[in-house]
C-alpha cells in the first residue's frame, strides 16, 4: 500500500509521468544498492523466501523469477535475490547494440493494471552484457538470459544473430531464452513458423552442445518464448518442433497485440503499437499454459509469465501446469511487496501439497 499511494505516485511526478524515465531511475537505484552488501544483506533477510525446486536440471531456490525487459543489461543482478527473486531473466539481448524504437516507448496504464511497450530490444549487445558478467560476476541466483535478432538482421540471417548471442552468454546463462515472439521487431515473430523455427532450434541446441563440450558442462538448457496471439494449432506445431530438438522448456507467454481487457480510462492506449501485459492478459497465458501442459503431458516445463499480481494468481497458474512463474508488470507497478507476497503463497502451497 505504501508503494501504491507513496512511491510510484512521486517517482511518476518526478518524472511528468514518464514511465520508461521512472523505469530507468528504479533501475539505477538497484545497481547502486546492490554495491551496498551489508544493505543487500538486510532486505534478503527480510524478503527472501525459500520454496526450492529443480526444474530443467537446475536448482531454484523458489519459484518466483523476474521477467525479461526489466534488467535489459544486467545491472542490477546484485538486488534482484535481495528483493525475493528465486532467479532472474535478463535480456532481451542482440548480437549488435542497439537503441531500440523511438521514445515515448512505454506506458503505464493503471487502471488496467497494465503496461504498453515498444521498446524494440534496446540493449547495450550481447557481447557487453557478456563483459559486465566476467567482470561482475553472476548473481547468487539462477540467471536466465534472453537473446533475440537485431533489428539491423534481415530474418532470413537471423540464424547467424541468435548462434553469436549464444556464443556470447552461454559460459555465464543457467538456461537461455530464445525470444522469438515480441511483437516490436518487425518479422521476428515469423520465427516461430514450423520451417524456421526448426532450422534455428536445429543451429542453436548443435551451437549448445559444441559450446559444452569445449567447456566441459552440460549444454546450457534452450527454453523457447512464445507469444499468447498464436492460435492452439500453431502453438502445438511450436511444440512439436521444440520436442523434436530437446528444448528444454518453454516460456508462456510473452505480450500480446490485442487490447481486450482494458479499462475505460485506458481506452486511448487502444490503438498505440506495441505489446500489452498485466492483467488483461493474465486468462489468455493460462490458456496457453494450460495448453502446452496437456498437450505434451507436462513433458515440456513451462515458464509461466502474464498478469500473475495477486498470490491468486500464482496459483492458478501452477494449477494450471506451470512449473516456474515470471514477474514483470505487477513488479513494475506494485513494487517489491507483491514478491514477497506470492513467494509467501507459493511456500504454503508447497508445503500442502508435500
Request: charge should be positive.
Amino acid at each position: 500500500m505504501f508503494f501504491d499511494r507513496i512511491v510510484r505516485p512521486t517517482l511518476y511526478r518526478l518524472h511528468r509521468d514518464d514511465a520508461e524515465a521512472v523505469h530507468e531511475r528504479t533501475v539505477r537505484l538497484l545497481e547502486r544498492a546492490g554495491r551496498a552488501p551489508a544493505l543487500t544483506t538486510a532486505v534478503r533477510r527480510r524478503l527472501r523466501i525459500d520454496d526450492p525446486c529443480t526444474v530443467f536440471g537446475v536448482r531454484f531456490p523458489n519459484r518466483l523469477g523476474l521477467a525479461a525487459g526489466m534488467d535489459k543489461d544486467g545491472r542490477a543482478l546484485a538486488a534482484w535475490s535481495a528483493l525475493g527473486f528465486g532467479f532472474v531473466e535478463v535480456g532481451t539481448v542482440t548480437r549488435h547494440a542497439q537503441p531500440g524504437n523511438p521514445r515515448p516507448r512505454l506506458f503505464a496504464l493503471r487502471d488496467s493494471d497494465a503496461v504498453l511497450n515498444r521498446m524494440g530490444f534496446n540493449n547495450a549487445g550481447a557481447h557487453a552484457l557478456a563483459r559486465r558478467l566476467a567482470d561482475t560476476g553472476t548473481p547468487d541466483l539462477p540467471l536466465g538470459i534472453s537473446i533475440g535478432k537485431s533489428k539491423i538482421t534481415p530474418v532470413e540471417d537471423a540464424i547467424a544473430d541468435y548462434r553469436e548471442s549464444l556464443t556470447a552468454v552461454h559460459p555465464y546463462a543457467d538456461y537461455v531464452a530464445v525470444n522469438v515472439s515480441s511483437p516490436n521487431t518487425p518479422g521476428l515473430r515469423t520465427l516461430q513458423d514450423r520451417g524456421a523455427l526448426t532450422e534455428l532450434l536445429t543451429e542453436l541446441t548443435g551451437t549448445a552442445r559444441a559450446l559444452a563440450a569445449h567447456s566441459a558442462r552440460h549444454p546450457v538448457p534452450l527454453l523457447v518464448k512464445m507469444a499468447p496471439d498464436l492460435s492452439f494449432e500453431a502453438i502445438g506445431e511450436l511444440l512439436g518442433v521444440c520436442l523434436d530438438h530437446g528444448v528444454a522448456g518453454v516460456i508462456a507467454t510473452n505480450t500480446t497485440l490485442t487490447r481486450d481487457g482494458l479499462a475505460p480510462a485506458d481506452a486511448r492506449y487502444a490503438d498505440e503499437p506495441g505489446g500489452l501485459s498485466g492483467r488483461p492478459l493474465a486468462e489468455r497465458s493460462r490458456e496457453v499454459v494450460r495448453f502446452v501442459h496437456q498437450q505434451t503431458a507436462g513433458a515440456l516445463p513451462v515458464i509461466g509469465v502474464g498478469g500473475i499480481g495477486h498470490p491468486d494468481d500464482a496459483l492458478r497458474m501452477l494449477d494450471a501446469g506451470a512449473s516456474l512463474l515470471q514477474l514483470y508488470t505487477a513488479f513494475a507497478l506494485h513494487g517489491p511487496g507483491v514478491v514477497r507476497r506470492v513467494n509467501a503463497r507459493l511456500a504454503r502451497y508447497s508445503a500442502a501439497t508435500r
